[in-house]
């Protein structure tokens, strides 16, 4: 298993413009999460999603949303870019989104958006 | 409201000093704590978790409610162990939320 993986690895995208990143859980995983992380910090909490269905979501603007599909893959969809959306974006997955209980997280390598 | 700080954005000892990497949180529940490191082009991943109460790579971790803290420690640091770690706090609904990380370098 190549274990999580995204994609594109690069973007560059313009001012207003939208974007849609893409993740694809390790095999089995039914959980997957997104993450924004500006240089220099560390990763921000976006969405949490399981069996389609959005389990969690972190304090972005409704310009961030999210899907999931049968497979478990999921996309990040960014609207009405920002300069300040620059950013690299992770994927995570779990085996499963159990509530009262935390799995571990296994990370993709990142998807990094430049916005001009 | 969550928060996690590491206050030290920078860490460096020398090869077989005790190394300590501060962690404080902020949660008014019962939070899961974690440390995930990132070694130089590869991939964020778990090192530890404290309801494992395991040992990872001679790392220790507890988890002090007391003091809201969940410091890492390692009693002879190698050169290996240069990485960047974070601490992560979950709110048993796999939120994760991450501090701001410390990078950690280990001289020969």
């Known amino acids: 298993d190549a274990g999580v993986t995204q994609s594109p690895t690069h973007l560059i995208k313009t001012r207003g413009q939208q974007v849609t990143l893409r993740c694809s859980p390790i095999s089995g995983h039914k959980s997957v999460s997104w993450y924004q992380q500006v240089l220099g910090q560390g990763p921000q909490f976006i969405f949490q999603?399981?069996?389609?269905?959005?389990?969690g979501r972190g304090n972005f603007p409704d310009r961030f949303s999210a899907r999931q599909f049968p497979n478990y893959s999921s996309e990040l969809n960014v609207n009405a870019l920002l300069l300040g959306d620059s950013a690299l974006y992770l994927c995570?997955?779990?085996?499963?989104?159990?509530?009262?209980?935390?799995?571990?997280?296994?990370f993709g390598p990142g998807t990094r958006l430049t916005v001009l | 409201a969550q928060r996690v700080t590491q206050p030290e954005k920078l860490l460096s000892v020398f090869k077989g000093a005790p190394v300590e990497l501060k962690c404080n949180y902020s949660?008014?529940?019962?939070?899961?704590l974690f440390w995930y490191v990132q070694y130089s082009r590869q991939r964020l991943q778990l090192l530890l978790r404290h309801i494992s109460r395991e040992s990872i790579k001679g790392f220790t971790a507890d988890l002090n409610k007391g003091e809201t803290s969940f410091h890492l420690k390692k009693p002879f640091a190698q050169e290996e162990d240069s990485a960047m770690y974070y601490c992560?706090?979950?709110?048993?609904?796999?939120?994760?939320?991450f501090g701001s990380g410390t990078k950690l370098n280990v001289k020969p």
């Open positions: 999603y399981y069996e389609k269905e959005e389990r």
């Open positions: 992560a706090l979950s709110n048993n609904f796999n939120k994760f939320y």
């Open positions: 949660y008014s529940g019962s939070p899961e």
């Open positions: 995570a997955s779990s085996l499963a989104g159990v509530r009262g209980s935390t799995d571990t997280q296994y």
